[in-house]
């Protein structure tokens, strides 16, 4: 009892040492985008260039905070966040499978890959019309055009992943009798774990940007919109709120799936180490 009083003892200076690290590293992540704001502010309440070109941070604020007291912000955000989500998915999962499939079997990535790689060049306001044809210009089409700027990142590290994995974990488990699904399972998904991570990091950030293509081309709700209705109104106070807006969400995306990523990477660990 005492021992285990003194492990909980020790632990606790430990955690409070790694709360205020991560509480110093975000204030020091906040420092430089808040100096930017301030020489912004500083520089145009001078009006060194037109306000109605570069309005004041304090304008922009001014102008989310009037969005949020209508209740007109939260229904683009969680629109826009809706359709990224989808999008994001969709593409996930399609890259997923033939990622998979391409960085297992030669035959397959010989077919398969060739095509992708063609695909992946192809800009991605040239999808706009195409989907609008096939899909029309409701939510079918902007899904689409988000799940493919969502699919090559995902596909590219998972299938590269796969490949750079030592040729010699496969001879072992070869060696101890694993078959075809065995050798995909507990060799190669848990060695190509990483870079798949990094690929669903870099897909979630084209997904918030290919949204803003999205709902450029046809929507009326979400923070695309509002850059839209920005310029055609010659607000650029409501434009640069939404772009503020995106780098927001997409941060917070990011985050949030880098903190689930550590979390399954730390799994995998353990989980390793118990089947040692």
């Not at 020790?10 to 430089?32: I, S, V």
């Not at 992708?116 to 999808?127: E, F, G, K, M, V």
């Not at 796969?162 to 399972?185: A, S």
Request: hydrophobic share 55%; net charge positive.
């Amino acid at each position: 009892m005492t021992t285990l009083t003194n492990v909980v003892t020790d632990r606790a200076p430990r955690r409070r040492l790694r709360g205020r690290l991560r509480a110093f590293r975000g204030a020091r992540a906040l420092a430089l985008p808040l100096l930017i704001l301030l020489i912004w502010q500083v520089v145009q309440a001078r009006a060194v260039v037109p306000t109605n070109l570069l309005p004041t941070p304090s304008s922009v604020l001014e102008t989310i905070g009037t969005l949020a007291s209508t209740g007109e912000l939260a229904e683009h955000i969680a629109i826009t966040s809706w359709r990224v989500l989808q999008g994001f998915l969709l593409g996930a999962v399609a890259a997923t499978v033939l990622g998979s499939i391409t960085g297992v079997s030669r035959t397959a990535r010989e077919l398969i890959d060739p095509l992708l790689q063609s695909l992946r060049s192809i800009p991605s306001l040239a999808w706009v019309p195409l989907f609008i044809l096939w899909l029309g210009i409701y939510e079918p089409s902007k899904v689409a055009l988000i799940a493919v700027g969502a699919f090559f990142p995902v596909y590219l590290s998972l299938t590269q992943g796969l490949l750079d994995v030592d040729r010699k974990l496969v001879e072992v488990g070869r060696m101890v009798g694993f078959n075809r699904l065995d050798l995909v399972r507990c060799i190669l998904i848990p060695a190509a774990l990483p870079a798949y991570v990094t690929g669903l990091r870099g897909g979630l950030g084209l997904a918030w940007m290919f949204v803003v293509a999205a709902e450029v081309m046809g929507a009326s709700k979400g923070l695309g919109f509002l850059l839209v209705d920005g310029q055609q109104t010659g607000r650029a106070s409501l434009i640069l709120a939404s772009i503020l807006l995106f780098a927001l969400l997409g941060k917070l995306t990011d985050g949030l799936l880098s903190l689930l990523s550590q979390r399954l990477l730390q799994w995998q660990d353990s989980h390793s180490l118990q089947a040692a």
